[in-house]
């Protein structure tokens, strides 16, 4: 055979690249540890703006103090921002978390949360983005209200958007502007009892009462099932915003009764509430007491149902009506450590004021 004809040899072996190694997708669980740690930075500045404003007011003014306190405050300002866009997926979330996670990590003890923030600002995936919602409307609530207004002028009375309790209360700014009135109005009860009453046992039970307040407006903030502040009704959807601060868009198809529960909780105490339930059986959000009910189901086209029956717990409750319970605030920590925490920085308060 001549050489030309030869087969070709086959190629000495050689090492092939080894297949990439598969980067896991960070967990949908960093958005919450980010509120967590976020939460905890609030805490720790505001207790350190509190003793700013304790020493800036309570004797001569010192630059040094005067700074401090200033620092705290920026520090304390940063951090809720952080949780309000966060908890609300705005589209600055990202970047003020990761602020305020390179300026609590500027102080020495502030990089034992900095850099939890830092990390979980960087990783947490859809801070910016808000999850669809099954059997939402894809509108805004600007759109919402705007094909509402378009059909005022040939649609019949029902056409124009019902706002509940009122249009002006469903502003953002309005309800942001509520929160921090209660923090100032916090602040100040505290600066208050610090000058008034003396050291001792009725100081810390002043403490106790104004931290136990916070803190059951706070997990009811954090952990407690949607309750929405304000309703926009249009004949297409109803929105919502709940006290988290969250917009949320449903159909009135997917609409199926405004329910009334009563139901026993700790202590045998009774409660009673009305939900927004859809077509299948879930409740969407519980209505505010200063919602009413009847116009809100009238509105709607929808029954509201009133159940006579006392449920005998909440357990009994989230069986009956999936998504009406606060099962976050029935965990150990909600329920024993903050409590205890709260305890606890009461008489630190009496000791340090």
Not at 33 to 52: C, E, N, P, Y
Not at 205 to 224: C, G, H, M, P, Q
Not at 264 to 272: A, H, L
Not at 339 to 353: D, E, K, R, S
């Amino acid at each position: 055979m001549p050489i030309s004809q030869a087969p070709t040899p086959p190629p000495p072996p050689g090492y092939r690249a080894a297949p990439p190694i598969p980067v896991p997708a960070p967990s949908p669980g960093l958005r919450v540890f980010l509120l967590v740690m976020l939460v905890v930075m609030a805490a720790i500045s505001g207790l350190l703006t509190l003793f700013g404003f304790l020493g800036v007011t309570g004797g001569p003014p010192d630059p040094g103090t005067v700074a401090l306190f200033a620092m705290f405050a920026v520090l304390f300002a940063l951090s809720m921002a952080a949780i309000v866009g966060v908890a609300r997926r705005a589209a600055w979330a990202r970047v003020v978390a990761i602020v305020a996670g390179v300026a609590i990590s500027l102080t020495c003890l502030g990089l034992v949360v900095g850099v939890p923030i830092l990390i979980a600002a960087a990783r947490a995936p859809n801070l910016a983005v808000k999850p669809p919602v099954p059997g939402a409307a894809e509108s805004s609530i600007s759109d919402l209200i705007q094909r509402s207004d378009r059909t005022v002028s040939a649609g019949p009375p029902d056409a124009v958007p019902r706002y509940f309790p009122n249009q002006k209360r469903t502003r953002l700014a309005t309800q942001f502007g509520g929160y921090v009135l209660l923090l100032a109005l916090g602040l100040t009860s505290l600066a208050v009892i610090s000058r008034v009453i003396e050291r001792g046992l009725p100081r810390t039970l002043a403490y106790v009462v104004v931290l136990l307040s916070a803190e059951i407006l706070i997990a009811w903030i954090a952990a407690s099932g949607p309750t929405a502040l304000a309703v926009i009704v249009s004949p297409e959807a109803v929105w919502w915003r709940d006290q988290r601060l969250h917009g949320n868009v449903l159909e009135r198809r997917q609409i199926a009764s405004i329910q009334r529960r009563t139901f026993r909780v700790q202590v045998g105490r009774t409660m009673s509430g009305n939900w927004l339930v859809d077509v299948q059986g879930q409740a969407r959000f519980r209505l505010s007491r200063s919602t009413p009910a009847t116009e809100l189901a009238q509105a709607l086209g929808v029954e509201h149902l009133e159940f006579p029956h006392i449920i005998a717990s909440q357990a009994e409750l989230e069986g009956l009506l999936p998504g009406s319970t606060d099962l976050a605030r029935q965990r150990p920590l909600w329920k024993y450590v903050i409590p205890f925490a709260v305890g606890v920085a009461a008489v630190v308060l009496n000791q340090l004021t």
